[in-house]
């Protein structure tokens, strides 16, 4: 925040008690704020390890082993609900669902 917003927000709460909303949520901003910063920084490591692994593939000619997932490897093999006969209303994901 710039120091004119700080001071405009401090001038209209000047007169308020610990019972105020901006007292009570700041604690709750201020935690969202370091998390959100958390996160763009673990982003900006994993960006830069993206680019390294790149390099090094660039570089050796190798290739990444397993970075071929699919949908169904998300989905449960064999799992069958209350006897159902196989049949639901839900789609796999190898499915077409062109009906809906």
Known sequence: CSS???EEINGLHW???SSCSLELCRPYFQAKWRHEQRVLDECAV???LRA???QVQKETGAQVVG???TLQDYEIAGVELCGASGEDEYFSADEDDSGW
Do not use: H
């Open 4 to 6: 004119d917003l700080k």
């Open 15 to 17: 007169a308020c008690t």
């Open 46 to 48: 994993l960006d830069s």
């Open 52 to 54: 390294e692994l790149a």
């Open 67 to 69: 970075m071929g997932e």
